[in-house]
């Protein structure tokens, strides 16, 4: 029986958590050899421009309206990504850094219902207490002590969720209605070009931001091979490949809860930690992994239910 979108959207978001996880070592080991903002515009711009070369025909296609809304989700991208990579620079714990990011995945059901009126399955509700409670688990191992790390990581969770709900939308054909009270037919931006533009604008941003505020010289006189694979391995996995699977993920799901998903990239971050770090984990971190599993069990039982009853049903008929 072939996947629905809906399914292939769960699965590709699954294996975009993984990327993402892995992302986390390329940057940390980045940050540690030159200036953070700097390193996120060699990053972004690297990684867009690559997508670029690809998306061009598509790129060409675009409206103006499109191309306005998919500049906005990078604009918003940008903004979230420069809190996070100074939380990462300043942050002493990776795996806290991790619990607060991934909060921006749990807020995002509420932003898309306060903010553009989305209605959300009961079970997200649910789902969200339990996500939070196995982040905490998972992640706070230390406790949680206030520093200015956690500070840029909590702003960017919820700038994070803006841009989750700004991207879906943007990436999937949708009616609304104008001040004139029309309804007005706003097309969906591909998810290569919309992809592309937003780590573009991304790439613009956190350049921008770091001409003015770091210096580049040492960098450039001090910079290595080992900078450079640093570089380019985030770039290509951690940026172009992730974030273009991401954007179709979300395309094929109109609704934004389906980013909840998203909560795995901790749990991933915490295994990759402990084997490239040398760290373990605890009972009570593998107790966090449990709750998070289990908030997306209930994040998604109307999907898994619907497929469990057709798998019934073909047996009976079998």
């Given at each position: 029986m072939p996947l629905s979108n809906t399914h292939k959207s769960d699965l590709l978001l699954v294996v975009v958590t993984l990327m993402a996880a892995i992302s986390w070592i390329f940057s940390k080991e980045a940050v540690l050899l030159m200036p953070p903002l700097m390193f996120m515009a060699l990053r972004f711009l690297l990684a867009g421009s690559v997508l670029a070369v690809i998306a061009w025909p598509s790129l060409k296609r675009l409206s103006l309206d499109q191309f306005k809304r998919s500049a906005g989700v990078g604009l918003v991208f940008g903004v979230a990504m420069s809190f996070w990579v100074?939380?990462?620079?300043?942050?002493?714990?990776?795996?806290?850094?991790?619990?607060?990011?991934?909060?921006?995945?749990?807020?995002?059901?509420?932003?898309?219902?306060?903010?553009?009126?989305?209605?959300?399955?009961?079970?997200?509700?649910?789902?969200?207490?339990?996500?939070?409670?196995?982040?905490?688990?998972?992640?706070?191992?230390?406790?949680?002590?206030?520093?200015?790390?956690?500070?840029?990581?909590?702003?960017?969770?919820?700038?994070?969720?803006?841009?989750?709900?700004?991207?879906?939308?943007?990436?999937?054909?949708?009616?609304?209605?104008?001040?004139?009270?029309?309804?007005?037919?706003?097309?969906?931006?591909?998810?290569?070009?919309?992809?592309?533009?937003?780590?573009?604008?991304?790439?613009?941003?956190?350049?921008?931001?770091?001409?003015?505020?770091?210096?580049?010289?040492?960098?450039?006189?001090?910079?290595?091979g080992i900078l450079a694979g640093w570089v380019i391995a985030s770039a290509v996995v951690g940026t172009a490949g992730r974030f273009l699977l991401q954007t179709y993920a979300q395309s094929l799901a109109t609704h934004s809860h389906g980013v909840v998903i998203l909560v795995l990239e901790p749990v991933w971050v915490a295994l990759f930690a402990a084997g490239w770090f040398s760290e373990s984990m605890s009972t009570t971190q593998l107790a966090g992994c449990g709750l998070i599993f289990l908030a997306l069990l209930i994040n998604r039982w109307g999907v898994l239910s619907k497929a469990i009853k057709g798998w019934a049903r073909k047996q009976k008929t079998a």
């Open positions: 100074m939380g990462l620079f300043h942050v002493t714990h990776i795996g806290e850094g991790a619990f607060l990011t991934s909060l921006g995945v749990v807020i995002v059901p509420v932003i898309a219902r306060v903010i553009f009126q989305e209605a959300q399955p009961l079970s997200t509700w649910f789902a969200i207490p339990v996500a939070v409670g196995g982040l905490a688990l998972l992640s706070l191992k230390n406790g949680f002590r206030p520093e200015i790390g956690q500070i840029f990581f909590v702003v960017a969770a919820f700038i994070f969720a803006l841009y989750f709900t700004l991207n879906t939308r943007a990436a999937n054909q949708r009616t609304v209605i104008n001040h004139r009270g029309e309804s007005v037919e706003k097309h969906r931006v591909p998810a290569l070009p919309l992809t592309t533009i937003a780590l573009l604008t991304v790439g613009t941003v956190t350049l921008t931001e770091s001409v003015l505020l770091e210096p580049w010289t040492p960098t450039l006189e001090n910079f290595s």
